[in-house]
């Protein structure tokens, strides 16, 4: 029996020694990582935390990009490099993502909006803004559009859902009913363990690296594999009813852009296709002074799959329009480059 024991006693002590190796070794290599790899732009204090944001270029008009569910200011990395040779564009991190520091509190668009004003006054940046929105990044502009409609002159929205994406019908068509609410919602072990204890940066689990932002690749691998990130995740997740009670259905005044997709891996069905056309086809009708592109053969990333159609049709929507009639409430399709 005392063999047993001390074969039990060694175990214990062997698996704890080797759960302390690999946390210290990812500890380590992160903090490395981030060392070798700062981001561009600068650290703001926004609710007694810091926030980054990155802002380049100059000229009439400043573009402020939020990015959608589990990304963050890398996303736009191709998209800030084009439109910044033109007009001003700012990116930034949501609390919790990216370098930005985890906010306590509930993760609703209206506090994730609210936050956002303040960093972009803290750091002295002139509005009017065009708002850009990618994916659940639609709420929040939209959200952020209501708070401070004098900040606004424009909103894009980039393949963005919709409130009612969330709910009924639509919800279930998207796969986003709520049994994948309470999975994206519930916290789990194994992947919190996995990252902690540096196996799944060893192994390169997390996020795949998209080639397009192969010229960041040390500052995206400075980004992956971080537990409060998912946990911000699952905050933003957790919010989703409150998101839709509060983004407002009433029509809007403000010119917009809808670019959208056409062949996500995400929407597997016919049936899920044709519902998110038909969302994609309500923000026409939420916003008469709208119209909507689709690329031809793209993801639901646009920003990274055919960054030169997102910028180019960007670029156009803000020069002046001649003949709204010719424009406006229409949708049109151009090729995914």
């Known amino acids: 029996m005392r063999l047993i024991g001390r074969v039990f006693t060694m175990c214990v002590v062997l698996v704890a020694l080797v759960i302390v190796t690999g946390v210290s070794w990812n500890f380590f290599a992160l903090r490395r990582l981030r060392a070798q790899n700062p981001p561009p732009g600068g650290f703001y204090m926004v609710g007694g935390t810091s926030m980054h944001l990155s802002c380049a270029g100059t000229g009439s008009r400043t573009i402020v990009a939020e990015a959608g569910s589990g990304e963050d200011s890398l996303t736009w990395i191709l998209l800030q490099n084009s439109l910044s040779k033109t007009y001003r564009f700012c990116s930034y991190d949501r609390a919790g993502t990216g ?8 993760r609703d668009a209206l506090a994730i909006s609210s936050q956002l004003h303040e960093l972009l006054k803290t750091a002295h940046e002139q509005g009017p803004f065009v708002l850009l929105g990618h994916s659940l990044g639609g709420l929040y502009i939209r959200e952020y559009a209501q708070l401070y409609p004098s900040d606004i002159s424009a909103l894009i929205f980039l393949d963005a859902a919709t409130p009612s994406a969330y709910e009924g019908k639509a919800a279930d068509a998207l796969g986003l ?13 194994p992947v919190w363990a996995m990252e902690v204890s540096g196996y799944a940066r060893w192994k390169h689990l997390c996020s795949d690296f998209p080639p397009t932002l192969s010229s960041i690749q040390g500052l995206f691998k400075a980004d992956q594999c971080i537990p409060s990130q998912d946990a911000e995740q699952r905050y933003e997740a957790s919010a989703l009813p409150s998101d839709e009670r509060e983004v407002s259905n009433l029509p809007g005044t403000l010119p ?12 597997q069905t016919p049936e899920a296709f044709t519902t998110w056309n038909m969302l994609q086809d309500s923000l026409l009708r939420l916003y008469p002074k709208s119209y909507r592109v689709i690329a031809a053969n793209s993801d639901h990333f646009m920003q990274t799959d055919c960054p030169n159609f997102t910028s180019d049709q960007i670029l156009a929507f803000l020069k002046p329009i001649q003949d709204e009639s010719v424009v406006y409430g229409k949708t049109t399709t151009a090729p995914c480059r």
């Open 256 to 267: 917009v852009l809808v670019l959208s997709e056409d062949k996500s891996p995400v929407l």
């Open 177 to 189: 009913g709520q049994a994948t609410l309470r999975q994206l919602t519930t916290f789990s072990f």
């Open 99 to 106: 370098w930005s520091e985890p906010q306590p509190g509930v």
